[in-house]
């Protein structure tokens, strides 16, 4: 979607108002308005004049539905942390566990598992510490 001579936070406002009052059910504005939400996202500086604009023309049923956008943001952003905060304490027990059994480790070894993401690959590697006697043996599962 082109925002044409509106802005995109305008242009998000607009079509908001536009299935607001389309008519049909609910259920099918909801939807809409979902679809809006979903391909006219706008940054952060956008976002504030979107809020600026909704509130000079304040509409219920748009609040309404810029409500659930928000909480499905805020939702996304919990559920986002949870996972970064699960697998910053994998890498930190297997730290833990490295330097326990080997000794203190090479700045580049602790680069290196700070930078995996997969959850999977450092549970492989938490496993993996148990039976490592070296550091190599250590490096080259990495």
């Known amino acids: ?10 242009h998000k406002l607009e079509a908001l108002r536009a299935v607001a009052a389309a008519q049909t059910n609910e259920a099918r504005r909801y939807i809409l308005a979902g679809v809006v939400g979903a391909y006219m996202v706008l940054s952060d500086e956008q976002e504030a004049v979107f809020a600026r604009l909704a509130a000079m023309r304040p ?10 956008f928000e909480q499905k943001g805020i939702e996304k952003g919990i559920e986002r942390g949870i996972a970064e905060g699960l697998l910053a304490g994998q890498r930190r027990s297997l730290l833990a566990q490295m330097r326990s059994k080997l000794g203190e480790l090479p700045e580049e070894v602790t680069a290196r598992i700070q930078g995996i993401s997969d959850p999977e690959r450092l549970d492989a590697l938490l496993m993996a510490i148990l039976k490592a006697d070296t550091l190599e043996e250590m490096t080259a599962l990495m």
């Not at 979607?1 to 305008?10: E, I, T």
């Not at 509409?59 to 659930?68: K, P, R, Y």
């Open 59 to 68: 509409d219920t049923e748009v609040t309404s539905m810029v409500n659930i």
């Open 1 to 10: 979607m082109r925002p044409g001579s509106l802005g995109p936070a305008q």
